[in-house]
T-cell receptor, first 112, second 110 residues
Framework: EAQVTQNPRYLITVTGKKLTVTCSQN?????MSWYRQDPGLGLRQIYY???????DKGDVPEGYKVSRKEKRNFPLILESPSPNQTSLYFC???????????FGDGTRLSIL | SQQGEEDPQALSIQEGENATMNCSYK?????LQWYRQNSGRGLVHLIL?????REKHSGRLRVTLDTSKKSSSLLITASRAADTASYFC??????????FGKGTTLSVSS
């Protein structure tokens, strides 16, 4: 089954404690992306990757890091999380950036 | 980045009625896509319409695109309670990535 898998689905943590949200896709897609969704603000892109070892900033990259060492994985790293990063996060993949994207089920992060 | 803007923000209808939601955008595009999001879940791709297309159908969905007005509409015919969700338009204004709007929340009551 074609899918994008995110882990964890839920996480409550404290300010400053480094965390990583994993994302994996099994569709051999070149393009992967991270979004955050906040009430009233819609989906905002954090980072995206056009292919292995190629990553670029989206609209709201501050406070986040990503890496793309393998085609299937695109982890999102919060080196020093802060409360304003409390949000619902989605990973997505597609054949290309303009093409239909497949979304994971989301990761709800709460940073206290 | 510039976003597509959906209108209305929220829409409540009865089962069996049609639901229409609109999307406006600001710059030229290659394609426009509509997505559905059930509460707290990931977005699901519904339909893609290219800039040289004016109308596209998929089951009970009908999408139109007017590039001169930089707008699109999504029509859901004979709505069902299961259509209750948020609907987003997305455009490739950025060239290499999709820009999502803030969404229309549709509530269909039985």
């Amino acid at each position: 089954e074609a899918q994008v898998t995110q882990n964890p689905r839920y996480l409550i943590t404290v300010t400053g404690k480094k965390l990583t949200v994993t994302c994996s896709q099994n569709m051999n897609h070149e393009y992967m992306s991270w979004y955050r969704q906040d009430p009233g603000l819609g989906l905002r892109q954090i980072y995206y990757s056009m292919n292995v070892e190629v990553t670029d900033k989206g609209d709201v990259p501050e406070g986040y890091k990503v890496s793309r060492k393998e085609k299937r994985n695109f982890p999102l790293i919060l080196e020093s999380p802060s409360p304003n990063q409390t949000s619902l996060y989605f990973c997505a993949s597609g054949e290309q950036g303009r093409q239909p994207q497949h979304f994971g089920d989301g990761t709800r992060l709460s940073i206290l | 980045s510039q976003q597509g803007e959906e209108d209305p923000q929220a829409l409540s209808i009865q089962e069996g009625e049609n639901a229409t939601m609109n999307c406006s955008y600001k710059t030229s595009i290659n394609n426009l896509q509509w997505y559905r999001q059930n509460s707290g879940r990931g977005l699901v791709h519904l339909i893609l319409i290219r800039s040289n297309e004016r109308e596209k159908h998929s089951g009970r969905l009908r999408v139109t695109l007017d590039t001169s007005k930089k707008s699109s509409s999504l029509l859901i015919t004979a709505s069902r309670a299961a259509d209750t969700a948020s609907y987003f338009c997305a455009t490739d204004q950025a060239g290499t990535a999709l820009i999502f709007g803030k969404g229309t929340t549709l509530s269909v009551s039985s």
